[in-house]
């Protein structure tokens, strides 16, 4: 039942997103000192100046706040326990076999999935000569190992009537890897494997009992697209020919650190995407000291990018979007400080723009939607080189072939060489392995065969999901996806999902088209920086007709907060109440965290906090 006392919230933050940005655009449309270069008159009875440099309060800050976040988002990321032995079944119709100590009625079976998918033929013996095959209502195997079951728990289906059981084998269908399994008896408790006797090479199925949870939840297993991407990370490990290869290498190669550091566990293959969404906060942190000089702007900005909603529910799941936005922002940051570096110091220039091609290189490596990211630098390379030819004119010729040069090598080269270079680990299977697998024809078919099954799969998609969402409802954070829901015993629900802060996306929409105001009005070189940067990620979603959800909207969320952080540093210089105004906007974007904190991390809640507190609109968010 939808509450009507949850209707105020809505209209309290929109309102006071709409007041907010008001007065940004009353006060910014007086006569007041403007910011121009490094270093300006900070405001109206004030003779304060601006650093781009950080301080020494800038570390403290940027230290603190990435610390903090980093607390919060690895609490309740994962287990750090599961199986990690696995009974390898190197074909089909092989079988492992146990024996109870007495004949027991059993109630039940638990099994950890490992890699590779077919059915299992689990069957009980009385006597062990005669086997009853253990099957679903439809006939099918009652134990079952598909691309949706591997790496967590899962329950067999067993017969009603089976009777005192003594021996129990489970037949391999094809090559599979089966981690753990657990009998439970007529008491519903576990049977101890101390009380088996257990077939020679089997070991391995009952020796990590006490990694088996009471229940299901996300923090013991994969759920959404992790029953992609981590089992991808593990076969590259492995140098096996990947499941997934819809997306380019990098980022799983990158989930696959965190499996090596803490194993094949919720928590090994969360943990990297959770430390890159710690990693943007001091990246985001210099990228606003950079632009806007004062520290006040870029730790309130800052906070508002580590609170939103977005970047705490996509970072923490095992996807590889965390990895796309991270190199995104190092790529704007580079660019930005390419932009701003002196004339007068071309080999520094040069550097941070080199580093801005290696980041897209890296982004693109990671996922293709970097690929637009990359086309708004290029966009912000040619105004940045329109501008210099209107000024300098004919000056400028020698530095502009230069620099065509210099972004041919680092924007085409040396990203086209990271492209080609992160599918290593596909070289094996293909019969392309050793140190110079680059270098053979069967790594570069491998390549190349595979850039063509990603377009066709992207451009021929075509499916349904009951939370995906168009670009134009990201806009205004109507459709949420749901990314886990489940039940407990006592009757609450868990569930989380992917969406921006209300008050992020809907005053930094107000906040954009304000940025489009001064790029027109005043030539505003940061505010035409932000627009380009957001109109790069977000147009190409508006030609394309395929499936798409929220979470594509997260590149876009970095450049919301640009243009937020941008209002922080006006109103510090213009207001004399800017505290008030910077203070209360990250104050209520907290209190927003704290009270959607359970629908971000899977914490149990009522029914009646939902219909209060979250549930703002009834129709399109799905908690």
């Avoid at 309740?76 to 076999?97: I, K, M, R, S």
Wanted: aromatic fraction near 18%.
């Amino acid at each position: 039942m939808f509450s009507n006392l949850t209707i105020i919230f809505p209209l309290a933050v929109a309102l006071y997103a709409l007041l907010w940005c008001c007065r940004w655009a009353g006060i910014h449309a007086r006569a007041v000192p403007r910011l121009r270069g490094p270093r300006a008159e900070a405001g109206p009875a004030r003779q304060d100046t601006v650093s781009r440099r950080m301080s020494r309060l800038d570390w403290y800050l940027m230290g603190a706040l990435t610390l903090v976040y980093a607390v919060i988002a690895f609490i309740g990321l994962g287990d750090t326990d599961a199986p990690q032995t696995y009974l390898h079944f190197e074909q089909g119709n092989t079988y492992a076999q146990v024996e109870l100590a007495h004949p027991q009625t059993i109630t039940g079976a638990r099994y950890w999935s490992g890699l590779c998918t077919a059915d299992y033929l689990l069957q009980f013996s009385a006597d062990g000569e005669t086997w009853v095959d253990q099957v679903q209502s439809d006939g099918t195997s009652g134990m079952t190992q598909n691309y949706t079951q591997l790496f967590r728990w899962n329950d067999a289906v067993l017969n009603a009537d089976n009777g005192p059981v003594r021996y129990v084998r489970i037949t391999s269908g094809a090559e599979q890897y089966l981690g753990e399994v657990v009998l439970y008896g007529a008491d519903g408790a576990p049977i101890d494997p101390a009380e088996m006797t257990i077939a020679d090479g089997c070991e391995m199925l009952f020796d990590e009992q006490d990694t088996v949870p009471a229940e299901y939840s996300f923090k013991n297993g994969t759920y959404f697209d992790e029953i992609y991407f981590p089992r991808t990370a593990l076969e590259h490990i492995q140098e096996r020919w990947p499941y997934e290869i819809t997306h380019p290498p990098l980022g799983k190669m990158i989930i696959s650190l965190g499996i090596r550091l803490f194993g094949m566990t919720p928590f090994g293959w969360r943990s990297m995407g959770t430390l890159f969404g710690v990693l943007m906060l001091p990246m985001f942190y210099l990228l606003l000291k950079r632009m806007f000089g004062f520290t006040a702007a870029a730790a309130a900005g800052s906070g508002v990018f580590a609170l939103d909603f977005m970047h705490f529910a996509q970072t923490r799941l095992a996807t590889i979007d965390s990895y796309a936005v991270f190199f995104t922002i190092l790529m704007y940051l580079f660019m930005y400080m390419w932009l701003t570096e002196p004339p007068d110091r071309p080999r520094k220039k040069l550097l941070w723009l080199a580093l801005s091609g290696v980041s897209f290189g890296l982004g693109a490596a990671s996922k293709w939607v970097c690929i637009y990211a990359g086309a708004g630098l290029g966009v912000i390379w040619i105004v940045y080189w329109a501008v210099r030819f209107v000024r300098e004119k004919k000056a400028a010729l020698n530095a502009f072939w230069l620099n065509v040069g210099w972004c041919l090598i680092f924007f085409v080269v040396v990203p086209c060489f990271i492209y080609y270079a992160s599918y290593w680990a596909y070289g094996p299977s293909q019969g392309a392995d050793g140190p110079f697998r680059l270098f053979k024809k069967e790594y570069f078919k491998t390549v190349i065969d595979n850039q063509v099954y990603m377009w066709n799969y992207h451009s021929d998609l075509v499916s349904t999901h009951p939370y995906s969402s168009m670009w134009y409802q990201w806009l205004f954070d109507a459709r949420p996806i749901l990314y886990y829901l489940a039940s407990t015993a006592d009757g609450q629900t868990v569930s989380f999902a992917a969406f921006n802060c209300p008050l992020v996306s809907w005053a930094g929409l107000a906040a954009m088209a304000g940025m489009g105001w001064l790029a027109i009005r005043d030539r505003d070189e940061r505010a035409i920086f932000i627009l380009i940067g957001y109109l790069a990620n977000l147009l190409p979603w508006v030609l394309i007709t395929r499936l798409t959800f929220a979470y594509h909207y997260f590149p876009c969320t970095v450049f919301l907060v640009l243009a937020i952080s941008y209002i922080f540093c006006d109103l510090r210089r213009h207001d004399e109440r800017w505290r008030a105004s910077v203070g209360s906007f990250v104050a209520l974007t907290a209190v927003l965290f704290v009270i959607f904190y359970p629908v971000l991390a899977g914490v149990p809640r009522t029914a009646g906090y939902s219909q209060v507190f979250l549930k703002w609109f009834k129709d399109t968010w799905p908690f």
